[in-house]
């Protein structure tokens, strides 16, 4: 296995009109000093990433490996050459070394004498998940290369989900990056003439390329066609756009409802992303220069942009995810973070699923002191 000699085409980042800005701005209020920190640090990766190649490759399904007997948040899986060892590139880590999502099979549990050979050449794709933000950060990570090669063979991915279900975001996806028709996900062990593995080009809590952002601006071209079967509620400008959470039924945030009232008087669009098409997704996120929300993985649509935005965060966690800052490094957001007095005193002490309870007016005297809300701030108890 070594680096592949690829000669690169023109990048379309540079053909999207994306003028990159000297700066970005991200402001915390109330975060604590571990977020601030971690706010001011870029995780940026000057390129290309590394690609590997791998003759007589083989890509077994992925089964997940146990913690005390029970399926834990990890997978064996990878791509291995015809004597079962492992690819090491094809596996995939999050936040620190210590954390792998993919761990090798042992040689002895591949059993290369019941193997499906298919002619040709493949992509591996690399872990397919059936978690929305999951699927956007990890599942698309390794498709700049086939993009940016105008590569005609396979992509093959091995599906985490243990019914082997795609979700209808994933086939939206693969639609609008017209690959479709050539992904193969693995239900038992298949082997090509060669399996080509990029790296991947967004790595959780750690580091991004900017060839993360093809696909996205692929698939935001490719979603402009569906404009005419947006809803006319849709197509109406907007000061800015809210993204709603409050018909999703993990992690609720009450009182965000009031939220979205108030900010409807001021003009701004409210969606639930979950009950739109991805195109209808797509379009929404492009139209709007302004983002407000509470944090959760419907912020992770902002790269099918072309455009910077300016995103407003009211985060839930103790602790800001770095993803969040990665995607505004990635997207030269100018962006802000309320945090701090936007839980209620009573959620202080809770797990990460826990429900909790908004504080209102702290959160309506920003949003009012920010600009966004127009007039005094009002009290919401």
Same mark, same amino acid.
């Given at each position: 296995?070594? %680096?592949?000699?690829?000669?690169? =085409? ?5 053909e999207?009109?994306?003028? &990159? ?5 991200? &402001? ?5 000093q571990?977020?601030?920190? %971690? ?8 390129g ?13 399904t992925?089964?997940?490996?146990a ?9 064996h ?18 936040? =620190? ?15 290369l004498?019941a193997?499906?050979? *298919?002619?040709?050449q %493949? ?13 956007? !950060? ?15 063979d396979?992509? +093959?991915f ?7 279900? /795609? ?9 609008? *990056? ?8 693995? @239900?038992?062990?298949?082997?090509f ?30 979603a ?9 509620s $849709?197509l109406?400008?907007?000061p ?19 939220i979205?009232?108030? !900010?409807s ?26 983002? *407000?929300? +509470?944090?959760?993985? %419907?912020?992770?649509?902002m790269?099918?942009? @072309? ?8 985060c839930?966690?103790?602790?800001i ?27 202080? /002490?809770?797990?990460?699923?826990d429900?909790? /309870?908004?504080?209102?007016?702290? *959160?309506?005297?920003? !949003?009012?002191?920010?600009g ?5 701030? &009002?009290? $919401?108890?």
């Amino acid at each position: 296995m070594g %680096a592949a000699k690829i000669r690169p =085409r023109r990048s379309p980042l540079r053909e999207s009109g994306q003028r &990159r800005r000297c700066d970005k701005m991200i &402001r915390l209020f109330g975060a604590r000093q571990q977020s601030i920190l %971690a706010s001011r640090e870029s995780r940026r990766r000057h390129g290309p990433p590394s690609v590997d190649v791998v003759d007589q490759g083989v890509v077994p399904t992925c089964v997940p490996t146990a913690l005390n007997g029970k399926p834990h948040d990890q997978w064996h899986a990878g791509v291995y050459d015809n004597s079962g060892r492992i690819c090491a590139s094809s596996l995939i880590e999050r936040s =620190r070394p210590e954390r792998k999502m993919s761990v090798p099979f042992l040689p002895i549990d591949i059993n290369l004498d019941a193997i499906e050979h *298919i002619q040709g050449q %493949a992509v591996y794709g690399g872990l397919l998940f059936n978690n929305f933000g999951h699927f956007l !950060l990890e599942s698309t990570n390794r498709l700049w290369w086939p993009l940016r090669e105008r590569f005609s063979d396979y992509i +093959v991915f091995q599906n985490t989900d243990p019914l082997n279900v /795609t979700g209808e975001f994933a086939k939206r996806f693969f639609d609008l *990056i017209g690959i479709s028709e050539r992904i193969i996900i693995t @239900t038992s062990a298949v082997s090509f003439d060669r399996v080509i593995v990029p790296e991947p080009s967004f790595v959780i809590q750690r580091h991004f390329y900017k060839e993360f952002r093809l696909p996205f601006l692929i698939a935001g071209e490719s979603a402009k066609k569906f404009t005419s079967s947006m809803p006319k509620s $849709m197509l109406t400008d907007a000061p800015g756009l809210y993204l709603s959470r409050r018909r999703y039924g993990f992690r609720r945030s009450f009182g965000e409802e009031h939220i979205e009232n108030r !900010l409807s008087e001021e003009g701004f669009a409210i969606i639930s992303m979950e009950t739109l098409p991805l195109e209808h997704q797509i379009l929404m996120v492009q139209k709007h220069k302004s983002i *407000i929300g +509470v944090m959760g993985s %419907a912020f992770h649509t902002m790269p099918f942009s @072309t455009v910077s935005k300016n995103a407003t965060y009211i985060c839930r966690d103790f602790d800001i995810n770095v993803n969040y800052f990665m995607i505004d490094e990635l997207m030269q957001n100018d962006s802000i973070y309320i945090f701090g007095d936007c839980m209620s005193s009573e959620s202080r /002490t809770r797990y990460y699923s826990d429900d909790i /309870t908004l504080n209102l007016p702290s *959160i309506f005297k920003f !949003l009012a002191d920010a600009g966004i809300l127009r007039g005094s701030s &009002r009290d $919401m108890e």
